[in-house]
């Protein structure tokens, strides 16, 4: 054994580390020249005599030192290479959700009629009788009052309380219009979109709750020929077509004269589809003159000022504008419905 033979070993080692890329790899290599070659270096060291033992002596530990040094080394590469992140490398796509598509259509009915000056006012969905009914004229004996399948609160000696204390879901989202107008001085343009509620047996078209978009134009010549230009704009914008708008004789407690609101079918061009049941028109929205009763409860002249109200359904329109046949999915909470949009 000479110390010639263990720089032979060294560049044995080298070689076989270098070629090897692997930290782990290469960290056995160092693993393996300590514990097999270099232990039976040292093994036959024992056995030389005075210089030369001291000379391979140091020469197999310099060896030995270097070669630790170099697994240390690698060991640290090796737990640096676990842990590196290659920013490069694509991430998990995190599961985003999207805007409800009646959100979608309220925003969009939002925008178009801010651009007319409309401000958007929101009121309780717990309401009292007075503003769901009362304020509206609706008489008490009236049997509009029947038409509306109504959510009462249940309140202990109900009979006893008065009609601003009687709790019921609103019906419709008409109430808003009273509460804003009785504490603000006219003119008034206001659009509520809102969650209404009814007792109703739900089916493909009936749910116990749903959305309404109700409007109100108060000044001091507000008449039908403004309700047709805004109505006009509001449902061209909405229906990205050009459309015509059809007024027929209706009735509602709060607007006189009321009327239903038909528009021109835009998706076959009134040639008749199933959205318009051939006839050529799609039943948009009810809506009126409002009522000079409903104008003297929310404190407002009825001689000085008159206005228009209109009230449409959301998720009628939603229904058309997607061709969705049911309207319960849109409160079924299905990823696979919502996903669509
Ligand atoms: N509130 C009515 C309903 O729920 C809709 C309505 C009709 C609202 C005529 C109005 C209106 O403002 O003028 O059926």
């Known amino acids: 054994m000479t110390s010639g033979k263990i720089s032979k070993i060294k560049e044995r080692f080298l070689k076989e580390v270098e070629e090897e890329k692997d930290a782990g790899k290469k960290r056995k290599i160092c693993k393996k020249y300590i514990e097999e070659d270099l232990a039976s270096v040292f093994s036959l060291v024992k056995n030389l005599s005075g210089e030369k033992r001291g000379e391979v002596g140091r020469a197999a530990n310099e060896l030995r030192e270097f070669i630790t040094k170099k697994m240390e080394g690698e060991k640290r590469e090796e737990v640096a290479e676990k842990a590196r992140i290659d920013v490069t490398f694509p991430g998990t796509e995190p599961d985003l959700g999207s805007l409800h598509p009646l959100t979608v259509l309220q925003k969009r009915c939002e925008e178009i009629f801010q651009k007319m000056g409309f401000v ?13 009914f009362d304020a509206l004229n609706f008489k008490k004996d009236h049997p509009v009052r029947e038409m509306q399948d109504t959510l009462f609160a249940k309140q202990k ?25 009785e504490n603000r001085k006219p003119p008034f343009r206001i659009i509520v979109p809102g969650r209404v509620f009814r007792n109703e047996t739900t089916d493909n078209s009936h749910e116990i709750n749903f959305y309404q978009l109700e409007g109100l134009m108060v000044g001091e010549d507000v008449s039908i020929a403004n309700f047709r230009a805004v109505i006009g704009y509001f449902l061209q914008q909405l229906f990205r077509a050009k459309v015509k708008l059809r007024l027929r004789p209706s009735f509602f407690p709060f607007t006189e004269p009321s009327f239903e609101v038909d528009v021109s079918c835009s998706i076959c061009d009134q040639k008749g589809c199933s959205v318009c049941k051939q006839t050529g028109w799609i039943e948009i929205m009810g809506a009126g003159m409002v009522h000079p009763n409903v104008l003297r409860s929310a404190k407002v002249d009825p001689d000085k000022f008159t206005g228009f109200a209109f009230g449409c359904g959301l998720d009628r329109i939603a229904m058309i504008e997607h061709k969705i046949e049911n309207v319960r999915l849109f409160y079924s909470g299905d990823l696979r419905f919502l996903k669509q949009f």
């Open 120 to 132: 958007v006012a929101g009121g309780p969905e717990l309401e009292n009788e007075w503003y769901n």
């Open 157 to 181: 000696d109900r009979g006893s309380l008065s009609e601003k204390e009687k709790l019921l879901m609103r019906t419709h989202t008409s109430p808003v219009q009273v509460r804003y107008m």
